[in-house]
């Protein structure tokens, strides 16, 4: 019941497909955890299949937000999407790859830009620099989880709190067995758990290898008189840390990477790395707030796994960042998988 999950939900219910979504923590997943930013036009890598799920979830964003109006008529992507840098040789990578994808809505900003006026005075700084994107963005991931449940309710989308352990076909029928013992009989499993979809799977047989990686974000809050954080553009980068301003007080900054069960206790200087000498504001005992989300990376692959295991038994997981931005494709992938299934 992630993003992923309901995304392929309606896709396939819109498809006319009955659907029944199964999860023991319905209303608590880590979808909840990020921050939706949506990198498309800004990838570097323009070719493989990753950017090919970039280009067509680009293409399908637009058509998803006009079909949400319907449930939620506020929700929107924010743009522009600004990454920086305080390094001298990532900026002019960022620089060669803006000079070779023109007409792409990609702009330079140089240091002097009057774009990274309020972002250099507030965190008092005068080295950064970097590009903008003008058509990418981010959506809110609270507001479009909820948006989506509304959809799902309206569409009649059979829910089912609990979770599954076992999973076999006998003849041309899947059957699904619960913790509870209950046993959901289908056509097809399209299995979006995350690193759990290997406790369902023969994954040596599959050849699939995911591992669990832990992301921390935190919220920092100051009343100083010269800070503005609603001056600052609505979300930006710096050297791999994402920055969302909240209030005129609060800023959200994320997100680590740990390959760890449990979240590492030095967070703050793993997310303000990006500044020598860091203003009066961001300390750490400015933190209102910290949580974190799990996410599940491939192994030997790149990301996402989509997969058709077996007949009627579809593997849609693996997505480590990128679930937001990439669930239009890949739910429209799962779509198509499941038309040449059925035909």
């Not at 990838?43 to 937000?65: C, D, T, V």
């Not at 305080?86 to 009057?114: A, D, P, R, W, Y």
């Amino acid at each position: 019941a992630g993003i992923i999950g309901k995304f392929n939900a309606i896709e396939l219910s819109e498809l006319g497909y009955q659907i029944t979504i199964v999860d023991p923590a319905i209303d608590k997943n880590s979808s909840s955890a990020s921050l939706g930013l949506l990198m498309g036009n800004m990838y570097q890598k323009r070719n493989g299949r990753s950017w090919e799920l970039r280009k067509q979830s680009l293409e399908l964003w637009p058509r998803w937000i006009k079909f949400f109006y319907n449930f939620n008529k506020g929700l929107s992507i924010k743009k522009p999407l600004i990454q920086l840098t305080t390094n001298e040789e990532k900026f002019e990578k960022l620089k060669k790859f803006v000079s070779k994808n023109t007409n792409q809505g990609l702009e330079v900003l140089e240091k002097n830009s009057i774009r990274l006026k309020n972002i250099n005075k507030t965190f008092q700084t005068k080295n950064l620099k970097g590009i903008i994107s003008h058509d990418d963005g981010r959506i809110n991931p609270i507001s479009l989880l909820e948006t989506l449940n509304v959809c799902l309710k309206y569409k009649k989308i059979n829910f089912i709190k609990d979770e599954i352990i076992k999973i076999q076909k006998t003849k041309n029928q899947w059957i699904a067995t619960s913790r509870n013992n209950n046993e959901i009989k289908s056509d097809a499993i399209i299995l979006c758990n995350s690193i759990n979809a290997l406790n369902l799977i023969n994954y040596k047989h599959h050849k699939v290898q995911l591992k669990q990686v832990l992301g921390q974000a935190i919220e920092v809050c100051s009343y100083e008189k010269e800070i503005d954080f609603l001056s600052l553009p609505k979300h930006f980068n710096i050297d791999g840390k994402n920055l969302l301003p909240l209030t005129q007080n609060k800023i959200i900054i994320g997100s680590t990477d740990e390959y760890n069960d449990k979240p590492e206790e030095n967070v703050f200087e793993r997310l303000t790395d990006f500044l020598e000498n860091k203003p009066k504001w961001l300390s750490k005992e400015k933190i209102t707030r910290k949580w974190f989300g799990i996410r599940s990376r491939p192994e030997g692959e790149p990301s996402p796994i989509l997969k058709n295991l077996e007949d009627g038994l579809i593997l849609c997981s693996g997505f480590y960042k990128n679930g937001f931005l990439l669930a239009p494709s890949c739910s429209h992938w799962v779509g198509n998988e499941l038309k040449n299934y059925f035909i």
